[in-house]
């Protein structure tokens, strides 16, 4: 990841959070992380993984691409495409995803530990 990449990825994130109406607790809650982790991610200190990445880009209405790079649509465009009722259709796929992506995890370590 270039040093421009992880300059502007914490201000992309907070403007794709925002444009979605999302506060940092609510977004941490729905990507099933602890809100320290979304304050970090906006805070510069710390970049999400690929996966994470996946998911983030999948909330907040925004490419993996438009965060790390800011080519692509707008934050907020994929929401106004999206009726309504289909937003909160979409919010919950995302959150049924980022459950989807921790149980994976967690299947993986306990597979591990039985080696």
């Given at each position: 990841?270039?040093?421009?990449?992880?300059?502007?990825?914490?201000?992309?994130?907070?403007?794709?959070?925002?444009?979605?109406g999302?506060?940092?607790?609510?977004?941490?809650?729905?990507?099933?992380?602890?809100?320290?982790?979304?304050?970090?991610?906006?805070?510069?200190?710390?970049?999400?993984?690929?996966?994470r990445?996946?998911?983030?880009?999948?909330?907040?209405?925004?490419?993996?691409?438009?965060?790390?790079?800011?080519?692509?649509?707008?934050?907020?465009?994929?929401?106004?495409?999206?009726?309504?009722?289909?937003?909160?259709?979409?919010?919950?796929?995302?959150?049924?995803?980022?459950?989807?992506?921790?149980?994976?995890?967690?299947?993986?370590?306990?597979?591990?530990?039985?080696?």
């Open positions: 990841m270039t040093d421009e990449m992880t300059e502007n990825l914490p201000r992309r994130i907070t403007e794709a959070r925002e444009a979605a999302l506060t940092r607790a609510q977004l941490s809650q729905r990507m099933g992380v602890t809100p320290d982790t979304v304050d970090a991610w906006e805070d510069g200190e710390r970049v999400p993984r690929a996966n990445l996946v998911v983030l880009g999948g909330i907040l209405g925004v490419t993996p691409a438009w965060l790390l790079t800011g080519e692509g649509d707008d934050p907020g465009a994929a929401s106004m495409e999206l009726g309504p009722g289909r937003i909160e259709v979409q919010a919950e796929l995302d959150a049924i995803r980022a459950d989807l992506d921790r149980a994976t995890a967690a299947l993986q370590r306990l597979s591990e530990r039985l080696g």
